[in-house]
């Protein structure tokens, strides 16, 4: 029988400073076959628990594009303890631990088709990323598509060497900043700010959003007065979890646990249990 507490070592590729405080990993898959999805490494949305041995592991949302079977990443933000730590002092050639994929992910099948209205705030831009990774493939399957995103300053921004693919695959990407600096050319306020201001349709469209609950929040309140039913606006849920498995409760959310019924909820199923 499989041990689901049992780590898999993975060799690290490469890492790369993305901010000051932000670090991405990509690491080479395992040798067994990563999901399994036939197609797919992962669901966007999923994500795994990384860490070192004698230091602990944490929960990470993959952030590469999900069909790509022979490495993944994951961006992780130094938040001054043990792990996040022990995580940014890796270099390539170290060996990690890595447990799952797990959770649900978004629902790519009834996205297809729809407008996508894709939000990140701070460093919840990992699962989002790898969804507009997959929407970039498989661009044909979809309509317009935005990607709104917030951060305290410009050099917060992560994974910026994607925005340009992103924009060349017709992805529409807003960047925002909470308050304006000196040289900043980009829109200031909040994401929920300029949501009013995309041309999307609202009986077509999914939301996909990942970041603080506040953020959330008022997001989805904008797109629910928008006209976007709360079943199609998809909120990833971030919460401290531990076993991945659904067993250890660190991660509950009202009657839901994050790690097995998530960390994609729609918003009617979470609403009143944010952050």
Not at 140 to 150: A, H, I, N, P, R
Request: charged share 25%; with cysteine; aromatic share 10%.
């Amino acid at each position: 029988m499989i041990n689901p507490y049992l780590p898999k070592l993975v060799k690290v590729k490469k890492t790369k400073m993305l901010t000051p405080n932000i670090r991405q990993i990509i690491f080479r898959s395992p040798t067994e076959k990563f999901s399994l999805k036939k197609s797919l490494a992962f669901v966007p949305g999923q994500f795994i628990l990384a860490g070192l041995w004698g230091i602990g592991e944490a929960p990470f949302g993959l952030a590469n594009n999900p069909f790509d079977q022979r490495e993944q990443a994951i961006v992780i933000r130094n938040t001054g303890g043990q792990v996040s730590s022990a995580m940014h002092r890796v270099k390539a050639g170290d060996t990690i631990t890595i447990r799952g994929p797990y959770g649900t992910g978004f629902p790519l099948k009834k996205m297809k088709g729809a407008d996508i209205v894709a939000i990140a705030g701070g460093c919840g831009i990992p699962p989002i990323a790898s969804l507009m990774e997959y929407i970039a493939h498989k661009r044909k399957d979809f309509q317009k598509v935005f990607l709104v995103y917030g951060a305290s300053g410009p050099e917060q921004f992560a994974l910026r060497e994607k925005f340009t693919h992103w924009r060349n695959k017709k992805i529409e990407v807003v960047l925002t900043i909470d308050k304006n600096r000196p040289g900043w050319r980009g829109r200031v306020g909040f994401v929920s700010d300029h949501l009013k201001n995309l041309s999307f349709d609202p009986e077509i469209t999914f939301s996909a959003m990942c970041g603080p609950g506040p953020m959330s929040r008022a997001s989805a309140k904008v797109l629910v007065d928008l006209g976007v039913a709360e079943q199609r606006i998809m909120v990833s849920e971030e919460r401290k979890m531990s076993c991945g498995i659904g067993k250890c409760q660190h991660c509950t959310c009202g009657k839901f646990y994050v790690c097995t019924d998530g960390p994609v909820f729609s918003y009617d199923q979470i609403k009143n249990n944010h952050d």
